[in-house]
């Protein structure tokens, strides 16, 4: 073998993958934009969270006046869910939960004399980092947020 056919053999070999500085650019670039993207995505996925919270509110607020007409009084949340079906949220413990939500009502467990004439409903979410987002409705239909 001479010198040219070595030579040549050495450059075919080369041009068959990347070299180890083009694959670590490759990932340092990749690593700057997900550093960039996953805090907003993040954000926005909390955004999203927030908005069907608030939204599922509005559902429950009218839910309630609809169980009103009938039945004269305000309903408890388990009431609630069998009057109007399981898309407000999943049943647990006398609370609703959805899209990581907990829908809750303040009292806990309202007589029916109160139910005649209010109701208020929380919404709280616990972040992984431990922050806390609540928001509340009551029979007037305006939703608050009360945390942070």
């Given at each position: 073998m001479n010198h040219?056919?070595?030579?040549?053999?050495?450059?075919?070999?080369?041009?068959?993958?990347?070299?180890?500085?083009?694959?670590?650019?490759?990932?340092?670039?990749?690593?700057?934009?997900?550093?960039?993207?996953?805090?907003?995505?993040?954000?926005?996925?909390?955004?999203?969270?927030?908005?069907?919270?608030?939204?599922?509110?509005?559902?429950?607020?009218?839910?309630?006046?609809?169980?009103?007409?009938?039945?004269?009084?305000?309903?408890?949340?388990?009431?609630?869910?069998?009057?109007?079906?399981?898309?407000l949220g999943t049943l647990s413990s006398g609370a609703l939960l959805k899209n990581q939500y907990t829908f809750q009502m303040v009292p806990a467990s309202p007589g029916d004399s109160q139910l005649e004439r209010a109701f208020t409903v929380t919404a709280t979410r616990v972040k992984p980092d431990g922050a806390t987002t609540q928001f509340l409705t009551d029979q007037d239909g305006a939703i608050t947020q009360t945390l942070p």
């Open positions: 040219h056919s070595s030579v040549r053999l050495n450059q075919r070999q080369r041009q068959h993958g990347f070299s180890l500085i083009e694959v670590l650019i490759v990932v340092a670039c990749i690593g700057i934009i997900a550093a960039i993207a996953i805090p907003k995505m993040n954000t926005a996925l909390d955004e999203a969270r927030e908005s069907a919270a608030i939204h599922n509110l509005r559902d429950i607020f009218s839910a309630q006046h609809s169980y009103n007409l009938q039945y004269k009084r305000f309903a408890r949340l388990d009431e609630l869910s069998a009057f109007h079906g399981s898309q």
